[in-house]
Nanobody, 121 residues
Framework: QVQVAESGGGLVQAGGSLRLSCAAS????????MAWYRQAPGKTRDLVAVSSSGGRVNYADSVKGRFTISRDNAKNTVYLQMNSLKPEDTAVYYC???????????????WGQGTQVTVSS
């Protein structure tokens, strides 16, 4: 089995910062991409940032210049540094890992349970 666990969410005031962490563990063998999504109440789940295996990163326009995604391949961990937070950043943030187990022949999306980020005005 593969486990994906997010941490680091919480309540912050507008303009504050948080750093989210996501670690993949268990039977994970090979990871391609790691990404952060978020979903606010009544909204769709949208991509926030993605880190590909070759070091490429991409961001949603709404977070460019404020958020930074980074990755520690040795720890199978991805981070999301969130600065200058705005109330509209309030959402459940989900970690998505594209990877495969030791016995798998193909890659699968693995999702964490999410971590709540609340930004007050």
């Amino acid at each position: 089995q593969v486990q994906v666990a997010e941490s680091g969410g919480g309540l912050v005031q507008a303009g504050g910062s948080l750093r989210l962490s996501c670690a993949a563990s268990g039977s994970i063998f090979s990871i391609n991409a790691m990404a952060w999504y978020r979903q606010a109440p009544g909204k769709t789940r949208d991509l926030v940032a993605v880190s590909s295996s070759g070091g490429r990163v991409n961001y949603a326009d709404s977070v460019k210049g404020r958020f930074t995604i980074s990755r520690d391949n040795a720890k199978n961990t991805v981070y999301l540094q969130m600065n200058s937070l705005k109330p509209e950043d309030t959402a459940v943030y989900y970690c998505n890992v594209v990877g495969r187990t030791y016995s798998s022949s193909y890659y699968t999306n693995y999702w964490g349970q999410g971590t709540q980020v609340t930004v007050s005005s």
